[in-house]
């Protein structure tokens, strides 16, 4: 869903709404689930979510997540942009990548039942996750050089130019972003190239015009990132 204006939208998955929070980079939102198995891109975030009485969360991915979803499911869910996760979640990104765990797991027992307890009890559990992320953010917040990266990562900028940018060598650039966004730079570079591509695509833009405008070679460049990250071709995706 990165890259979606906030508002509503329906999609074959249901539908789906978010909204920008007070804190830069943290968004709220909603799905109420179609039937159908949802395809999740990879967007360099993390997060965390509320359904079916369970609190997880969400790591970032290398590749699209499926998930089979029962029709009228709903979910709440906060996500962090990349580097915003492991302040709130208190472990490395790389910890959790790919995975799907419940919070208990994460911060332990002691910690997570009281919060499901009163999301379970809240007629508005989008309010209290915000509540709590904006409270562990105060104690912790997020490192703004690892912030900077993945602003010029998602601008498009060389993995070199970033490493100057922040004064850092390629190798420590490399173990500080495994630690905050879940894998080194190059990969986030090409999750951020992938989602130009698919909005743009999406937005009904030439699929050769999105595939310059994006940062890809050409299309045959785009097909391969696309099958690798996504698991289908572009145009079924679109669709």
């Known amino acids: 869903m990165d890259g979606m204006e906030p508002g509503e939208a329906s999609t074959r998955w249901g539908t789906y709404h978010e909204r920008h929070t007070s804190l830069p980079g943290v968004v709220a939102w909603t799905r109420v689930a179609a039937g159908h198995e949802a395809r999740i891109l990879p967007d360099g975030g993390t997060d965390l979510i509320w359904a ?3 609190l997880m969360v969400a790591g970032p991915d290398t590749r699209a997540h499926l998930a089979e979803e029962r029709p009228g499911l709903e979910y709440v ?3 962090f942009a990349a580097g915003i996760g492991p302040s709130v979640l208190g472990l490395p990104a790389d910890e959790l990548r790919d995975g799907r765990i419940p919070l208990a797991a994460v911060w332990g027992d002691a910690a997570a039942t009281p919060l499901v307890e009163q999301l379970s009890a809240s007629a508005t559990p989008g309010r209290v996750l915000e509540s709590v992320v904006r409270a562990r953010l105060r104690d912790r917040p997020p490192s703004r050089a690892m912030l900077e990266v993945a602003r010029l990562l998602r601008s498009g900028a060389t993995v070199a130019r970033v490493a100057e940018a922040v004064g ?3 190798r420590q650039l490399r173990r500080r972003c495994a630690d905050a966004f ?6 986030l570079a090409r999750i951020y190239r992938l989602q130009r591509a698919v909005a743009m695509a999406g937005r009904g833009l030439p699929l050769v015009e999105a595939t310059l405008r994006a940062g890809y070679a050409d299309q045959s460049h785009l097909a391969h990132d696309v099958r690798a990250l996504a698991g289908v071709p572009l145009r079924t995706l679109i669709r």
């Open 182 to 187: 879940g894998y080194g730079p190059k990969v």
């Open 52 to 54: 079916d009485g369970r």
């Open 77 to 79: 869910g906060i996500r």
């Open 168 to 170: 850092v060598s390629d």
